[in-house]
């Protein structure tokens, strides 16, 4: 597997292709073909098959694909075939809902630390989970070698904390704020905006 | 223009431009080049020039973009030239976060009303508004013209409430509920998932 030359925009889209398989296998469906995928994802079935043949050879003509080794294959791909450790880095509404929901446990993360600078906050429960205090941050992200955080903080507080996750080794940040952040080569950022996704519905609204 | 051509994928990144757009627009820069884009953003400076030519003759060769005329073209295909009443229903943790962010009114949003069905909640206030009681949904959706719903509320209620807004006239659903939604033809879904945005990431750690 040549998974170093996929092109990023591919790699934006096989998460996708995995949820909907991991729902389809929930229901207990066993094979399905780039059609139905299509349908359900909203992407074209040749692009869906194009994307999928970068990786080798899964579907049979005719036959389609089989549902658990594709799976098997996705989340092999995107390294989430292990469990990843991941903060959540402000405790708003948004953190408290990240910190709360279920939905990371069987697609490859564990909360493992929720932090927040307010004194209200700190050593209050959210979940499971202590709020910690961020000053101490940067100490727990090295000793834990965290990898990953969820950063859901105002604005205004979000780059200078983006610094201090980097600077502790953090390679991958979730971005809630609405602000771009700056970070150096070979550190990952992706942003959660609902105005994107809404103007991309509008598009084809009256 | 030939807007009914141009395929889902590429309008899925128009909204990705217009936010990088506007952000060095409030900065005062008044031109960009799609290579400084693309740093931005992420993608191919290739494949932005070649998104970008699909609505006409932007840029010059050697002088880039003018960023205020890409920013009104992107409005205008986007359909975000004007303003869109936007509801909310469900008033959790995430419906609380969305009532009070700021950053939908220049950018072609405006949330009208704010729903729950919790008798707890009814009546109180979030953010500026009045929490409605989701039994009136259909007939303020109607009454209103509303569009564009964005869903939060708990994956079981889900699929029964995406029943009511599209019988209701809704056309656009951004949904934050970790399911599927059956719609039929005609009405758009959006899925808000922290974890395929995760997943993106992990692709590219250690």
Do not use: C
């Not at 040749?46 to 005719?62: L, M, N, P, V, Y």
């Amino acid at each position: 597997m040549n998974s170093n030359k996929i092109p990023d925009i591919i790699i934006g889209r096989l998460p996708v292709y995995l949820r909907a398989l991991q729902r389809l296998s929930e229901k207990g469906i066993l094979t399905t073909s780039s059609q139905e995928l299509g349908e359900i994802i909203g992407i074209s079935a040749a692009q869906i098959r194009k994307d999928i043949s970068q990786f080798g050879e899964f579907g049979k003509q005719g036959t389609g694909y089989s549902i658990p080794f594709l799976i098997e294959r996705l989340r092999d791909i995107l390294k989430v075939d292990r469990v990843w450790e991941v903060i959540i880095v402000g405790v708003g509404d948004i953190g408290h809902a990240l910190a709360r929901y279920n939905g990371f446990s069987n697609r490859g993360f564990h909360i493992s630390m929720v932090f927040d600078n307010d004194k209200q906050k700190i050593g209050q429960k959210v979940g499971e989970f202590e709020i910690l205090d961020t000053a101490t941050l940067p100490e727990k992200v090295k000793q834990n070698k965290i990898k990953i955080a969820m950063l859901t903080v105002p604005a205004a507080a979000a780059q200078e904390l983006t610094d201090h996750l980097v600077k502790a080794g953090v390679k991958a940040i979730l971005n809630y704020a609405p602000i771009s952040l700056n970070v150096p080569p070979g550190v990952h950022v992706q942003y959660i905006d609902p105005v994107t996704h809404l103007q991309r519905m509008t598009y084809y609204l009256d």
